[in-house]
Nanobody
Framework: QVQLVESGGGAVQAGGSLRLSCAAS????????MAWFRQAPEKEREFVAV???????NYADSVKGRFTIFRDTAKNTLYLQMNSLRAEDTAVYYC?????????????????WGQGTQVTVSS
C-alpha cells in the first residue's frame, strides 16, 4: 500500500515558478514509477511527467523545457519543478504511483493517487 500527499501549490503570475512535492509512504517507493498528472475544470486528467524507477523521465510536449520531475529517494518524496508558468498550466495537480507501467501517459496504468494540489497561474 502506497499513500501519496501533494503540497506546494498556490497562485503565481505568468512566468513565475512553483515546486510541487509529493510525499510517499511505503518501503517500495524506489521501485515505483512516479508521475504527475493535472486536471482543469471540465477537462480530462492529462499526463504531465513521469519518473521511472530506473531514472528515465518523460514529459508532455506542453511542458518540455519548463518542468522538471525528480525524486529524493531518501525522503520518499517526488517533486515537480515548474518554471515559466503559463495561464494554461492552471489545474489541480496529482501525483501517482504504479508498477508494471507500459503506457506512461495513461491514468489507468497507475495504482495510487494523491488528493491533488491547486496551481493557479494569472496572466
Amino acid at each position: 500500500q502506497v499513500q501519496l500527499v501533494e503540497s506546494g501549490g498556490g497562485a503565481v503570475q505568468a512566468g513565475g515558478s512553483l515546486r510541487l512535492s509529493c510525499a510517499a509512504s511505503g518501503r517500495t517507493f524506489s521501485v515505483y514509477a512516479m508521475a504527475w498528472f493535472r486536471q482543469a475544470p471540465e477537462k480530462e486528467r492529462e499526463f504531465v511527467a513521469v519518473s521511472r524507477s530506473g531514472g528515465r523521465t518523460n514529459y508532455a510536449d506542453s511542458v518540455k523545457g519548463r518542468f522538471t520531475i525528480f525524486r529524493d529517494t531518501a525522503k520518499n518524496t517526488l517533486y515537480l519543478q515548474m518554471n515559466s508558468l503559463r495561464a494554461e498550466d492552471t489545474a489541480v495537480y496529482y501525483c501517482a504511483a504504479g508498477r508494471s507501467i507500459v503506457f506512461d501517459t495513461r491514468t489507468s496504468q497507475y495504482d495510487f493517487w494523491g488528493q491533488g494540489t491547486q496551481v493557479t497561474v494569472s496572466s
